[in-house]
């Protein structure tokens, strides 16, 4: 038995049945036995740049002979630490932003609504609290993420976290509009969005859906907060997918991509317009931070882990393959399980169930993901009854191939 609390597991069914991963390469992982398994997930979204880059672990281990780190609250920096927040800003959606870290995507979350309610409040509008979220949104599990998530299981059980927000359907700039118009305008702080949805089942939207749902929460004097957790550092097929989208973002949250996930860092880009408060000569101290805000040694491995991002030009390769990630998923579609391949911005993808089958099975989404599995790939059911399918973006076009044998073998059996 375990004494390991797993995230999102039900234990009585994990404990005892555990799958150890022991290393990976590239696009692979093997686990305690020996057996190799392509990731279709890239982990949880974040391994970008593959496994087993000796750079990164050669920048920690250049950095933790120096000093692991110190904190940073006050005047406290560090070399890495300043080095990266200048390095982001470069690749900022907006000119100018500023960049504060945490360590993760939930973290980021929680500093973002913090920080539009803070802002509003020393502007002189306090009573902008409401935050807009969208249906099949996932914002992390911290407080602001749990009360913004749009997957209400992921609510359930909790009672009250933070008030006011409100829901509204992912894909429909009218129902904003009438969201706002029924909050008022003026009480609006922010609109939570994804630029692709992703946990919520990978749900691109079209970029009209984008710009419009921006110009309608600028017109209400709201912040427009883009959670690039997931579709942040070369996954979109841009360094931002807000770049990609030219969407000027009041604020970002990213993660995952930041490090490919070697060590957990997190935090916001904050445009010019949202720091301008607190970083005026008479401003007043912004209570909100962590113990490892700007880790000196995770910082050392973003570093190292854009160098290669940037060397390897992983971006524009995830934008080239994204037809090719398509194109490939396309045969899925003759399985009878199989309704609708959801793809098209960079390496990001779902393989949808059909809604009968998942009617009358509601788990046949975690028997397949179990079944591809055993099959020698690994993906990951997610909301809405379909597969998750985001690579690391140095995959092949072989491998690829070899990703969706993996799933149609698996989703065959599983049938």
């Known amino acids: 038995m375990t004494s390991f609390w797993h995230p999102f597991a039900a234990m009585g069914a994990v404990a005892g049945h555990e799958l150890t991963i022991t290393r990976g390469e590239g696009v692979y992982v093997w686990d305690s036995e020996g057996n190799r398994y392509l990731d279709g997930t890239a982990g949880l979204w974040f391994t970008n740049i593959g496994y087993g880059r000796p750079e990164i672990a050669e920048a920690v281990q250049a950095q933790m002979a120096k000093i692991a780190t110190y904190h940073t609250f006050g005047d406290y920096t560090h070399e890495p630490t300043t080095q990266l927040a200048e390095r982001i800003a470069s690749l900022a959606p907006v000119p100018n932003s500023k960049v504060f870290f945490g360590s993760g995507g939930s973290d980021a979350v929680d500093t973002a609504g913090k920080l539009a309610r803070r802002y509003f409040h020393e ?22 993420g749990t009360s913004v998530a749009g997957l209400s299981p992921n609510r359930e059980g909790y009672g009250p976290m933070i008030d006011d927000v409100v829901g509204v359907p992912y894909d429909s700039a009218e129902a904003l509009q009438a969201a706002v ?15 692709v949805i992703g946990a919520g089942g990978v749900r691109p939207v079209p970029e009209t859906y984008l710009k419009e749902s921006r110009r309608i929460i600028r017109e209400a004097g709201a912040l427009y907060i883009a ?10 097929g841009d360094w931002f997918a807000s770049n990609r989208f030219s969407l000027e973002p009041d604020i970002v949250t990213f993660a995952k991509g930041v490090t490919s996930g070697y060590l957990p ?11 301008a408060p607190f970083w005026a000569a008479d401003s007043p101290m912004w209570r909100h931070g962590y113990t490892y805000s700007g880790h000196a040694t995770v910082c050392a491995a973003g570093l190292a882990n854009l160098d290669i991002i940037e060397k390897e030009k992983l971006p524009q390769r995830a934008l080239e393959l994204e037809t090719v990630l398509t194109e490939t998923l396309q045969p899925l579609l003759e399985l009878d399980a199989v309704t609708e391949i959801r793809s098209g911005v960079g390496l990001m993808a779902a393989i949808q169930f059909d809604p009968q ?9 975690a028997k397949a ?8 790939v690994l993906t990951r059911a997610i909301a809405g009854g379909g597969l998750q399918i985001s690579p690391p973006l140095v995959i092949t076009e072989a491998e690829l191939d070899e990703l969706v044998a993996g799933h149609r073998a698996g989703i065959e059996a599983a049938s």
């Open 123 to 144: 502007i002189g509008q306090p009573e902008r609290t409401v935050f807009i979220f969208r249906d099949w949104a996932y914002h992390g599990m911290h407080g602001f």
């Open 181 to 195: 118009d029924e909050i008022g305008a003026h009480r609006v702080a922010a609109l939570f969005s994804e630029p």
């Open 227 to 236: 959670d690039e957790v997931i579709t942040g550092f070369g996954r979109a």
């Open 265 to 275: 860092l997190g935090g916001v880009i904050a445009s010019p317009n949202v720091a």
């Open 357 to 365: 089958l998942l009617a009358d099975d509601p788990n046949f989404a």
């Open 369 to 376: 993901n179990a079944s591809v599995r055993d099959h020698g």
